[in-house]
């Protein structure tokens, strides 16, 4: 699976916003937005905020495990 595709699964089914996700990273929504369009890479701190903030692992999130 895509990270990206896991990445706007895990928002969506956190019923939350780009907005409030992109800020959590210091991000805007468009800036957010990129990132899950394929137009801007996630930075590697990001992605451990990320997977700190819906408590899963960097495997799961980038799609390497199906596990949490």
């Known amino acids: 699976m895509n990270y990206r595709i896991r990445m706007r ?3 969506e089914d956190s019923d939350l916003t780009q907005k409030e996700v992109g800020s959590l990273i ?6 957010y937005s990129h990132i899950e369009d394929g137009r801007a890479e996630l930075k ?7 997977c700190r903030f ?8 980038i799609g390497m495990s199906d596990q949490k």
């Open 26 to 31: 210091n991000k805007s929504q468009q800036g």
């Open 44 to 50: 590697i701190d990001d992605l451990i905020t990320l």
């Open 9 to 11: 699964n895990l928002r």
């Open 54 to 61: 819906y408590k899963v692992s960097a495997d799961y999130f």
